[in-house]
């Protein structure tokens, strides 16, 4: 390891700290932020992403076909910390000035612990009423990705949409009899669809490869990480962005390391495969993206390096 070298002469530094001390006295006693969202155009369309909250885990066991060590260098080249998984969430919105959708929901209201599910009581401070959401559109069924279609009293967080969903993640999820064909740990999915969807009876939607949700907004299979995981391509006035859901989770993990199978596939090496496509593509073309488990305000771009590939985000002064 290199030497680390003194940041300031040590008569300065004294100076210095007394200072932070000073600063650090007047400073409010609490960890809270702010409500989290970013914006930027696309065409004629408003792109929304919201913050919904972050969860420690363990990263022992994550990646299930590359050993500790080596994960944790990747995490440790993007300063990452090497001893737990830092898994962050944020949600698109689009408005397309006819339609308002939310791609996926995030882990809603009920999610325990104060960090979590953040999206709905951020939404009005973005100027967003879930009452206006038109079409929520769903990339896949894991907890956090539905588990927001409910509020906190268990009634439909968005009230007046209409839910867009993959068929094939539909056909899976909703048939108990693939529950002993599935992983051990994602049979719960099973129940979880069932009660995530229930206030939605009659207005859901099922789409297949290619189709659009709403004029704009058309849907990819990228299976793999779930039986019908998929991606959403937005296109207006010759600007396009495609929400990658998860076919990368941190992308400072898995994008480094697109053949890393993690114990939130489905089928790992399937999704692997769908990765490299879905990368090779937004890298070559430098599409935008957005996606769910990305440093927010998770968006940006994708480029090749090493044997991976590394996100590159944008900031408010690219908002535009
Ligand atoms: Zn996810």
Known sequence: MAQRRPLMAAALAVPLLARGAAAQATA?????????????????????????????????????????AEVQAVLEESFLSPTDYRNIYAVTIVDTGRDLVVLDTGNGPQAAGAT??????????????????????????HGDHINGLIDAQGGAAFPNSEVVVPAREWAWWSDAGNETRSPPGQRRNFANTALRFAPYAGKIRQLTDGAEAVPGIRMHAAEGHSPGHTIWHIANGGAELIYLADTTHRPELIARRPDYETIFDFDGAAGAASRRRVLDRVATDRVRVTGFHFPFPATGFMKREGQGFRFVPVDWASAG
């Open 116 to 141: 979590l599910g953040r999206l709905l009581s951020t939404m009005p401070a973005a100027g967003l009423d879930p009452v206006r959401v038109s079409t929520v559109a769903i990339s896949h069924f």
């Open 28 to 68: 409010p006693a609490t960890l809270a932020m702010a409500p989290g969202f970013f914006r930027f155009k696309l065409g004629e369309f408003t792109v929304t992403t919201i913050h919904d909250g972050f969860r420690i885990m363990p990263l022992q066991g994550l990646v299930r076909n590359a050993p500790l």
